[in-house]
């Protein structure tokens, strides 16, 4: 049973950071696709990042402000969050899927587990 859990999260100022980690169980972490989503209230489920390998992808929105990593030792994917905007607001979520050439990695369905997600709000 993969499980995926999410810490990080709080209140910060605009223009401030925050540094999400996600903490993920299974034994092959390193061959896992992992991806970070952010939901606000009212809205669909929007992808932010994603990492497999030494290869990155992000959405344009959080291009140049947010960066995925992952360390393979401590099974942990992170997402470092800069210049944060009050539009930031919203549940963040990881997400994990082992890879297959078929899946549009920058659609939700297509990740199998998930994290229970973590509040980021931001204050203007």
């Known amino acids: 049973q993969v499980q995926l859990v999410e810490s990080g999260g709080g209140l910060v100022q605009a223009g401030g950071s925050l540094r999400l980690s996600c903490a993920a169980s299974?034994?092959?972490?390193?061959?896992?696709?992992m991806g970070w989503f952010r939901q606000a209230p009212g809205k669909e489920r929007e992808f932010l990042a994603g990492?497999?390998?030494?290869?990155?992808w992000y959405t344009d929105s959080v291009k140049g402000r947010f960066t995925i990593s992952k360390d393979n030792a401590k099974n942990t994917v992170y997402l470092q969050m800069n210049s944060l905007k009050p539009e930031d607001t919203a549940v963040y979520f990881c997400?994990?899927?082992?890879?297959?050439?078929?899946?549009?990695?920058?659609?939700?369905?297509?990740?199998?587990?998930w994290g229970q997600g973590t509040q980021v709000a931001v204050s203007s």
């Open positions: 299974m034994r092959t972490f390193s061959l896992y696709v």
């Open positions: 990492i497999s390998g030494s290869s990155t």
């Open positions: 997400a994990a899927v082992f890879p297959s050439e078929r899946k549009d990695l920058r659609a939700a369905p297509s990740y199998d587990y």
